[in-house]
């Protein structure tokens, strides 16, 4: 059960971007001490909390380019994980900076680049939920913890397809698990307060109910609804005049 859940969550959260326009050519140019400098604060984690998302992206590149210089050569599709995570240490950025990646925030980034982004999440998911259970047997254990990476996100992420989606069917997952493996013990409150999020947890309890009776969630009445809703609330983003009204 859980390791159809680990490869929903890897699938569909980590290595799936949202869309976005990939840049051209990513090569590794010369830096100034200014942005060495701006690349070791993203990496000792002394951002902004406050600081736009688009200056996040370009300490980004600037501690990407960094690495690259360093390694007298920049990354591309033929670059490993270990590469990224050893050598590049893709790891030592937060979680808003990668997500600058992941998301291509102002096109800065390559196609190798926004994939190598989710690896320390992938990281994260698979030693929490193995600490949570080490032994496998305790699905809701593992869905609980995966839960609490996800809500580790940035507020820029939370509101991106990719999140909702795997926040909600952590939940479900989480919820049901309970439901199955422990039904004398009261679950924990999960709940995001995100109606879109709510939506797409019913929907997982729709395909549930219909014994394979859709051929998927996607075809769940609450899906469509949830989508529907996350894409007029994501019209309202792009609009700065509606910005008020979120």
């Known amino acids: 059960m859980f390791s159809a859940f680990s490869a929903y969550i890897f699938r569909n959260y980590d290595r799936k971007s949202d869309p976005t ?6 090569s590794a140019p010369s830096l100034s001490e200014a942005n060495k400098s701006r690349g070791q604060d993203v990496a000792n984690g002394k951002l902004n909390p406050r600081e736009s998302f688009s200056k996040v992206a370009l300490r980004a ?16 599709r033929h670059t490993t ?5 050893e050598a590049i240490k893709i790891g030592k950025l937060d979680r ?10 102002g096109g800065l980034f390559s196609e190798a680049e926004i994939k190598a ?10 030693a929490a939920t193995a600490a949570a259970d080490p032994k496998g047997k305790d699905p809701a254990a593992a869905f609980k913890a995966s839960i609490g990476v996800l809500d580790g996100a940035s507020t820029e992420e939370k509101v991106s397809l990719s999140w909702v989606t795997a926040r909600a069917r952590a939940q479900w997952g ?30 997982w309890g729709e395909y ?27 019209s309202r983003r792009a609009d700065p005049q509606t910005i008020g009204y979120l």
């Not at 326009?21 to 990513?26: H, T």
């Not at 590149?61 to 591309?76: G, H, S, T, V, W």
């Not at 439901?179 to 709940?191: D, F, Q, S």
């Open 21 to 26: 326009r990939l840049s051209n050519g990513i």
């Open 117 to 126: 982004a989710s690896l320390p999440v992938e990281d994260l998911l698979k």
């Open 208 to 234: 549930s109910a219909s014994k394979d009776s859709l051929d998927g969630v996607e075809d769940t009445p609450s899906w469509a609804k949830a989508m529907s809703l996350w894409r007029v609330q994501e």
């Open 96 to 105: 808003r900076t990668l997500y600058a990646i992941k998301s291509n925030q």
């Open 81 to 85: 994980e270990k590469e990224w995570r």
């Open 174 to 203: 989480y919820e049901n698990a309970m439901r199955e493996t422990h039904p004398h013990r009261m679950p924990a409150n999960v709940k995001t307060n995100n109606p879109v999020v709510d939506l797409f947890v019913k929907a």
């Open 61 to 76: 590149r600037a501690f990407l380019d960094e690495a690259y210089i360093r390694l007298n050569k920049a990354a591309d």
